[in-house]
């Protein structure tokens, strides 16, 4: 699976769009892009996964460049529940292996 | 969706000894894992657990240490044994669900601390 990039930390103001990146430049074409959370003393969360298109769900925003090798979730409304820690995860999806590697993840702190 | 329950939720155990942790899965999953998450840390995937046959192990962790065990297809235990202080973490429980659903669900994970 290729491996990722993301800052360590970032910080943003309660109501605005918080956009955290990821850097996956050896990407191969059939891996996906997935993000979680974890927020503290919880179990992680799934948020949002991408091929090549951009995603949007009720929760967040996927933007895949088109060669693929960063992206960028996005929360629109950020509040502050969503300060937690936020793991980009690059991974083929085979139905023979569904296992996740976990980076270090960027934390994020939403402001009041 | 998935809901996944630990049992327990935390335990301070003694050196030397063994502790259990089951998960529960409210409907039938494919797939389960076992995470541990040190202090401070990100997740550290410990092994596959294969209904019907052998868990599968990550680099660094082995089966006399860890013992698992996944007797159907919503239920898996985890167990560490002889503890030392460095096994000290929270353990955490995943499943992936039916075939090509791309959602994994975690538990809220059991906090050990051995002492």
């Known amino acids: 699976d290729a491996k990722t990039t993301q800052p360590t930390s970032m910080d943003c103001a309660e109501g605005r769009a918080a956009n955290l990146p990821c850097n996956h430049s050896?990407?191969?074409?059939?891996?996906?892009v997935y993000w979680y959370r974890q927020i503290h003393s919880q179990g992680p969360q799934y948020i949002i996964h991408?091929?090549?298109n951009n995603e949007t769900n009720e929760m967040a925003s996927l933007i895949i460049t088109e060669d693929r090798k960063s992206s960028t979730l996005i929360l629109p409304h950020a509040t502050l529940r969503d300060t937690a820690v936020y793991y980009c995860?690059?991974?083929?999806?085979?139905?023979?292996?569904?296992?996740?590697?976990f980076g270090s993840g960027t934390r994020l702190l939403v402001r009041p | 969706s998935a809901v996944i329950s630990q049992k327990p939720s935390r335990d301070i155990c003694q050196r030397g000894t063994s502790l259990t942790i089951q998960c529960q899965v409210d409907?039938?999953?494919?797939?389960m894992f076992w995470y541990r998450q040190q202090p401070g840390q990100s997740l550290t995937l410990i092994a596959t657990a294969n209904q019907g046959s052998e868990a599968t192990y990550e680099s660094g962790f082995v089966i006399d240490k860890f013992p698992i065990s996944r007797p159907n297809l919503t239920f898996s235990t985890l167990t560490v044994s002889n503890m030392s202080p460095e096994d000290s973490s929270i353990y955490l429980c995943?499943?992936?669900?039916?075939?090509?659903?791309?959602?994994?669900?975690f538990g809220p994970g059991t906090r050990l601390t051995v002492t």
């Open positions: 995860i690059v991974r083929l999806f085979m139905d023979s292996s569904y296992k996740l590697i």
């Open positions: 991408g091929l090549k």
């Open positions: 409907s039938q999953v494919t797939m």
């Open positions: 050896t990407i191969s074409g059939n891996e996906y």
């Open positions: 995943s499943a992936a669900g039916r075939a090509g659903a791309h959602e994994q669900y």
